[in-house]
Structures are given as structure tokens and as C-alpha cells.
């Protein structure tokens, strides 16, 4: 999907062209970040990236797991409505973060990349919960995403209905959604990934300077980071 087409404003969050823009999204997202090889074998790198530019933070606060000085620095950009996005969240983080993250191998980055506004109210959401919640937020989001993500739901509501799960009164959830400096700053970690990074599907992932494109298993991550270790 274009980035000319990916501009969020606060209208579209809460507006009825979020459904349409949805479903754009998951057609783009699916054609885009698709996994190309097998499952297990490690994807080729589709390009080189500046490492040191791109540990530098943006606007927000990192999320970060495992040491800094770590051998192995991953970052994923990834999208909430993205179904290769909640498919590695719940086959793959898990077990690479025991094995590597845990063990003092990897430092583990994760960057907000909506490819449409329900990703982006959704990101809103989990950076307006106290920070030791955003990974919590996030894994429940895609858990669930089938439950609020569809284009054919009110996603307004099934939002509001999990983020009271996570705290969050309407009041709150509101005020969230309606921020425009979060909503910017939301957009500003997309835009910089975009341009300065070449990120442009979902998830993609930045390791010691190369950019890997579309889903990993447990084995093809593990025999990309056991590669630089």
C-alpha cells in the first residue's frame, strides 16, 4: 500500500471510513508480507539498513526487551490488523523471547506500523495504558484480532469493550483516541520506518543491519539469530 494512502487523521479513527480503509489494508498487508520460502528456512534479506540509526528512539518511548548490549538486535515494525503480525505474536515471540531475549542473546524492539486507522486507534490505545501494560495490551489485541480487526464489525465498540478488560472507562478510551499529538506521534514512527528504513509491509524485521520482510517461524528465526551469534 502506498504511503500516500496510509494517512491517518483523527476523523478516520473514529469515522465509518476506517471499515473500508480495513479492508484495503488486509488485502495490501497479505499480498505484501506474505511468507515467500518455506517455513522454516530463513527469508532472504531484501535489503541493508543503518543499525545505529535505526536504535536511535523516535517519539515515543521504546519498547524494548533484553539487554541493550546484546549480540543480536531485532526491531519489528508491525501492524495490530495485520494477520502475519498476530500470527508470529502468537506462534513465534514466545519461544524466541525464551531462547534468545530471555538469555541475554537479543535485544527485541517492537515499532508501531498501522497500515490502516484501526491500527493506528489501536497503538493509541496501548501506548495510553501504563507502559509495563503496552506488551500485555498488544498480545491481547492480536489474540483477538479476528474479534475487533474484521472489517465487518463495529470496531469502535469491540475496542471499547477490550480496553475496559485493560482498564480503560469510555472517558479514557475517548480521550485516548482523540489525542492528536499521540495520533502524530503514532504516524511519525510509521513515516520515519518508511523512509528512512525502506519498511513498507508488515511485520518487517531489522536485524544487525539487514531488513527481512513478511512471517518467521521459531526455526527460521532461530537459525537467522544463531547466525550472528
Known amino acids: 500500500m502506498p504511503m500516500s494512502d496510509m494517512l491517518l487523521t483523527k476523523r478516520h479513527l473514529l469515522g465509518g471510513s476506517a471499515v473500508a480503509a480495513l479492508s484495503v489494508a488486509f488485502s495490501a498487508v497479505a499480498g505484501t508480507a506474505s511468507a515467500a520460502t518455506a517455513e522454516d528456512e530463513?527469508?532472504?534479506?531484501?535489503?541493508n539498513v543503518d543499525m545505529n540509526e535505526?536504535?536511535?528512539?523516535?517519539?515515543?518511548?521504546?519498547?524494548?526487551?533484553?539487554k541493550e548490549d546484546a549480540p543480536v538486535k531485532i526491531v519489528e515494525?508491525?501492524?495490530?490488523?495485520?494477520?502475519?503480525?498476530a500470527h508470529f505474536?502468537?506462534?513465534?515471540?514466545?519461544t524466541i523471547k525464551q531462547k534468545y531475549v530471555d538469555t541475554?542473546?537479543?535485544?527485541?524492539?517492537?515499532?508501531e506500523f498501522p497500515f490502516d486507522p484501526r491500527a493506528a486507534a489501536a497503538f493509541m490505545l496501548a501506548r495510553c495504558a501504563p507502559q509495563e501494560q503496552y506488551m500485555p495490551m498488544v498480545e491481547m489485541l492480536f489474540k483477538q484480532q479476528i474479534a475487533w480487526a474484521s472489517p465487518d464489525v463495529d470496531g469502535r465498540a469491540a475496542l471499547l469493550q477490550m480496553s475496559k478488560l485493560a482498564g480503560f472507562t469510555e472517558?479514557?478510551?475517548?480521550?485516548?483516541?482523540?489525542?492528536?499529538?499521540?495520533?502524530?506521534?503514532?504516524n511519525s514512527v510509521r513515516e520515519r520506518a518508511a523512509k528512512d528504513f525502506g519498511v513498507n509491509a508488515?511485520?518487517?524485521?531489522?536485524?544487525?543491519?539487514?531488513?527481512?520482510?513478511g512471517d518467521m517461524s521459531v526455526?527460521?528465526?532461530?537459525?537467522?539469530?544463531?547466525s550472528l551469534l
Not at 530463513?42 to 535489503?47: A, C, I, L, R, T
Not at 515494525?77 to 503480525?85: E, F
Not at 505474536?89 to 514466545?94: G, I, L
Request: aromatic fraction near 8%; include cysteine; proline fraction near 9%.
Open 171 to 186: 472517558d479514557s478510551f475517548t480521550k485516548c483516541l482523540t489525542n492528536q499529538k499521540r495520533l502524530d506521534d503514532v
Open 219 to 226: 526455526a527460521a528465526m532461530s537459525k537467522l539469530i544463531d
Open 42 to 47: 530463513v527469508p532472504p534479506s531484501d535489503g
Open 77 to 85: 515494525y508491525m501492524s495490530l490488523t495485520c494477520p502475519h503480525c
Open 202 to 213: 508488515t511485520p518487517t524485521f531489522l536485524i544487525n543491519g539487514k531488513r527481512y520482510a
Open 104 to 111: 541475554g542473546k537479543v535485544r527485541f524492539i517492537i515499532r
Open 89 to 94: 505474536a502468537v506462534t513465534t515471540f514466545d
Open 54 to 66: 535505526v536504535l536511535k528512539p523516535g517519539p515515543l518511548p521504546e519498547i524494548a526487551l533484553g
